[in-house]
């Protein structure tokens, strides 16, 4: 009898610790995602013609993503905001930064906010608050090596440079770069930086402009946190292409322009030491053989492992394409399915490299698509959120501290 009691005892410690393992193991594969929302239009917000999606609650959601099994809980409000238009995370601390409208006119600076993460329940907390130096704030990138975070001021033509302290708190705008020049699309009225990045030498950050139809190339000197124009200050592309995101190739040797009036994909090779492009590929990211009579073009982002560029078009299409990146730089279409929404605004993968987010801002819907990582392509999955126009995401998860 009592080696039945023991035998039994035994099993019950083995089962607990079964499930005490499952369970950890659960916990380590969840992450949070961040989801920020465009928002009513500053100069409709106290009209009548706003849609449902724009009447709903604006600002930063959250939900618990298992990056093991796929599934998503129900998204929760945490930050209310008149518009979150772009997130990006500080790569070494729990902290998420936002551009968002004043919420008080058009003519009103945009902010930049600081959160701080709780990691077991997904809440932000305010650190601080700071002028963007310009408005529209809409898009963001930060450098780690000199912990600056960098602004594209789309709504008055300028970018700038924030400091961050060492505890994630931002300081006031350290410099600021007017890009200028227009292009010939009723756009295109005014210079409007759409996207930035920092270069892999951490020396120049690269600014797309879509109303000027240009790259504008900024010296960056990270002890000072100052911009200053490189010695050939930009790189023009085609009139009324409408540049709108870049990304460079993990090993920096090139670099990715989508543009969102003509839904074109260019190459470019990267020289550091000159500041140098030169374009090695063209291809329009819309089918050959496709309508195409309402080109648009949302987002662009690299496999984690560089061997993959995600695209996602708007207009008439709804779509992803995937590429495969050959070592010359050039790009190779393999795949091209749909969105599962309306206006795929942007995209995400997750930190792990096995998932895609996309932002579909017309739908008020996020899809989820799992990534194969040995050829690249995309499958869809069951899981979404349903989140009121949503336009940019990002992540947080222990593993990255």
Known sequence: MLRRTTLAMGVCVSLAAVVAVAAN??????EWVYVGTRGAAIAKQNGADLDAGERSPQGIYAARFNTRTGQLSPPQLQVQLPRATWLVRHPRLPVIYTAADAGTGPSSESNILGFEVEPSSGKLTQLNQVGAG?????????????????????????????????????GVVASTQKDYGTGPHPRQKMPEPHGVAVDPSHHYVLVTDFGADRIFVYHFDGAT???????????????GSGPRHLTFSPDGRFLYLLTELTAELRVYSWDARK???ELVQALSAYPV????QQKSAGEIAFSRNGRFLYVSLRGDQDSLVVYQAQK????????RVPALGK?????????????????NEASNSVSLFNIDPASGRLSATAESLSI????????????QQ
């Open 25 to 30: 193991a659960d916990e380590k594969a969840n």
């Open 134 to 170: 310009g408005l529209d704030a809409t898009h963001l990138a930060f450098d780690a090596t000199s912990n600056t975070l960098f602004v594209a001021n789309h709504g008055s033509g300028d970018v700038t440079a924030l400091p961050v302290r060492p505890d994630g708190h931002l």
């Open 225 to 239: 946190r100052t911009l200053s124009p490189a010695e050939v200050p930009y790189e023009a592309v085609p009139p």
């Open 275 to 277: 500041a140098h492009l």
């Open 289 to 292: 053989d496709g309508p195409g």
């Open 328 to 335: 010359n730089g050039h790009l190779h279409e393999i795949q």
């Open 343 to 359: 206006s795929p605004w942007s995209i995400a993968i997750d930190p792990a490299g096995r998932w895609l987010f996309v932002a």
């Open 388 to 399: 009121p126009k949503p336009v940019t995401i990002t992540f947080y998860t222990r593993k």
